[in-house]
């Protein structure tokens, strides 16, 4: 049975002008055979010999075999570059003549020619190749990381829910949960984050934030980074909005208070009724 998408060792069972015909068994009947087309078929090859190949469909949805390698087979997940954007989707470079298929509503988020995804490739409901953002059933759980160890991934997808997912080494299915999510995270960012978990199922937490102590002090460096450049002045306090912090500091209110104290306690800053002031050295 042909494997669309994968890689096959095929026999050659007849020889054309145009190329040569594959089967599974040097006899194999006419309705059980694919085409290699002539410019692939190695040189020296007979009837009888076995040859490699990966199955795919043409332009007029006929599996035809090649010897090209393609970058990614069904199953698989790495990243492609977007060759173009139509009405249908982007297409896909993944090493072969015809490019292959991102549909929109496969996207995590939208992609623009040139870009670089993280996809993996699949067989959809027509039985054509097609290629997905939405990795998460095909990455792996069986990482050697342990807890605390530093890991660098990519993000896949961002749900409002559960926070961002992403995938180790673009292998290893890891979550930064919604409380661990700081920063200007999207879509396509490469992380670098710190295991805080390890699943039963062997999926990974992660966070991007370092353990508190050495956390705080980086905390305090950035908050006098981002004084200096008010000219010492923060036109807002400890007291103010979560979502002023947020958006200034990118700290949660809890983390902007650890450094504010660990400033004040060390006489560098003083906290006024409106602002926040960095005292001069």
Known sequence: MFQLGKKQSLFIVKELDFGVYL????????????????KQVPKNCRIGNRIEVFLYKDSKDRIIATTNEPLLCVGEVGKLK?????????FLDW???????LPYKEQTSRVREGDEVLAAIYVDKSSRLAATMKVYKYLHLN??????DMVRGTVYEIHEEFGAFVAVDDRFSALIPKKEL???IK????????????KEDGKLDLSVREKAYIQIEKDVVKLVKIMESFD?????????APEVIKRETG????????????LLKNGKITIQPDCIRLKKS
């Open 82 to 90: 977007v060759s173009q954007v139509t009405k249908i989707g982007a």
């Open 143 to 148: 990482s050697d990381y342990e807890k605390d």
């Open 232 to 240: 010492g002045v923060l036109p807002f306090n400890d007291k103010s």
């Open 187 to 198: 879509v396509g960012d490469v992380v670098t984050a710190r295991v805080t978990d390890i």
């Open 95 to 101: 090493g072969l003549e015809k490019d292959i298929l």
């Open 182 to 184: 700081y920063g200007d």
């Open 23 to 38: 089967g599974e068994e040097p006899n194999a009947p006419l309705e059980d055979r694919v085409l290699l087309p002539k």
């Open 251 to 262: 700290m949660s209110k809890n983390e902007f208070k650890r450094a504010v104290g660990n």
